[in-house]
């Protein structure tokens, strides 16, 4: 079944404390994208990937990093997360212009 | 901002009604898309359409772009409950996958 996998799905940490949250595509996509979804502001987008090794800025990268290794997986980076980056965080994979979601993680930190 | 924002916010029906949603936006675009979200969930695409189209269809769904107008509208016919979700307009102002959402229109069909 073609998907978009990320982990963990729920998160609860402490202002400071690294995390990563992993993305994952079977559908062997070039393109992949990191959104994170706020009450009132809707999707923004932190950052792209166009093939591996090729990523850039979104509008709200402050904050994140990302790695493409491989070109399955995506993952988001919080180097020392805050408080204000609590948030529902989407991946996507993207082919012919087509946005495929995953199913989000939620991110708490306090 | 190269947001798009969606009108009405919140739009609540009866079932069987149809649904119209409106989506306008600011700068030129390659392509228009609409999503569907069910609460916390991912998104799912709906449509897209070019900006050389002004009408695509598929099932229950028309959408319609105008571009002149820099407005797009989507159209769920024959509602039913099980459309009850958010739908999300999407702008790609230069074809490179970089898409820009607005805030949504929250629909809840009543059985």
């Known amino acids: 079944e073609a998907q978009v996998t990320q982990n963990p799905r729920y998160l609860i940490t402490v202002t400071g404390k690294k995390l990563t949250v992993t993305c994952s595509q079977n559908m062997n996509h070039e393109y992949m994208s990191w959104y994170r979804q706020d009450p009132g502001l809707g999707l923004r987008q932190i950052y792209y990937?166009?093939?591996?090794?090729?990523?850039d800025k979104g509008d709200v990268p402050e904050g994140y990093k990302v790695s493409r290794k491989e070109k399955r997986n995506f993952p988001l980076i919080l180097e020392s997360p805050s408080p204000n980056q609590t948030s529902l965080y989407f991946c996507?994979?993207?082919?012919?212009?087509?946005?495929?979601f995953g199913p989000g993680t939620r991110l708490t930190v306090t | 901002s190269q947001q798009g924002e969606e009108d009405p916010q919140a739009l609540s029906i009866q079932e069987g009604e149809n649904a119209t949603m409106n989506c306008s936006y600011k700068t030129s675009i390659n392509n228009l898309q609409w999503y569907r979200q069910n609460s916390g969930r991912g998104l799912v695409h709906l449509i897209l359409?070019?900006?050389?189209?002004r009408e695509k269809h598929s099932g229950r769904l028309r959408v319609t772009l105008d571009t002149s107008k820099k407005s797009s509208s989507l159209l769920i016919t024959a509602s039913r409950a099980a459309d009850t979700a958010s739908y999300f307009c999407a702008t790609d102002p230069t074809g490179a996958n970089n898409l820009f959402f607005g805030t949504g229109t929250r629909l809840t069909v009543i059985p």
């Open positions: 359409i070019r900006s050389n189209e």
């Open positions: 996507a994979s993207i082919r012919q212009g087509k946005q495929y």
């Open positions: 990937s166009m093939n591996v090794e090729v990523t």
